[in-house]
């Protein structure tokens, strides 16, 4: 059987701390659809979804079993439609914690079939997020680091 993932997110920017998720994901999970979404909180984009969608797709080119992909709709509808029975997150600290355990209790609610799988930040991506990047490329500072493609 194939093991689909679904690893959601706003990736407002994609990082390299997204990235190495993606790359240990795939020890687990034969497809790994990449489904960059609106989240609601976060309304207004800074980068350009169908720019960031061009971009994961470039970074993963040599990598079949990765899909990309813009959705706007629940997470947890959208799994079951792909055929994803997982949903594949990252966890840095006990922020991150609170929230994604929140989402994932709702989205058993929503869909029983659908596991959220969690793997911890790798320590040297740990401190990487996507609104500290925006900021910094806000007042033009370089964030090519952060970043497993160019912008
Ligand atoms: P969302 O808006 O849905 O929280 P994000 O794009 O901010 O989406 O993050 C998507 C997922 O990646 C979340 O599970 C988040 O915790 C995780 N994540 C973000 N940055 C990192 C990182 N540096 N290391 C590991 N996981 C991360």
Do not use: C, W
């Not at 959705?71 to 929230?99: C, I, M, P, V």
């Not at 969690?118 to 500290?132: G, H, M, R, V």
Request: proline letters at 3%; aromatic letters at 14%.
């Amino acid at each position: 059987m194939t093991r689909i993932a679904l690893f959601p997110g706003s990736f407002d920017p994609f990082t390299k701390g997204h990235e190495d998720i993606v790359l240990r994901g795939l020890k687990l999970f034969d497809q790994i659809i990449i489904a960059i979404g609106y989240n609601s909180g976060k309304s207004v984009r800074y980068f350009d979804i169908n720019l960031m969608k061009e971009r994961i797709e470039k970074t993963f080119k040599d990598y079949p079993g990765i899909k990309v992909v813009i959705f706007a709709e629940l997470t947890a509808e959208f799994a079951k439609k792909n055929g994803a029975r997982y949903l594949l997150r990252g966890l840095r600290n006990t922020t991150d914690f609170e929230y994604e355990n929140s989402i994932a209790q709702v989205n058993r609610y929503l869909n029983e079939e659908l596991e959220s799988v969690f793997l911890i930040t790798s320590p040297q991506f740990a401190s990487i997020s996507s609104s500290i990047i925006r900021e910094v490329h806000r007042y033009k500072g370089d964030v090519s680091n952060f970043l497993p493609y160019q912008l």
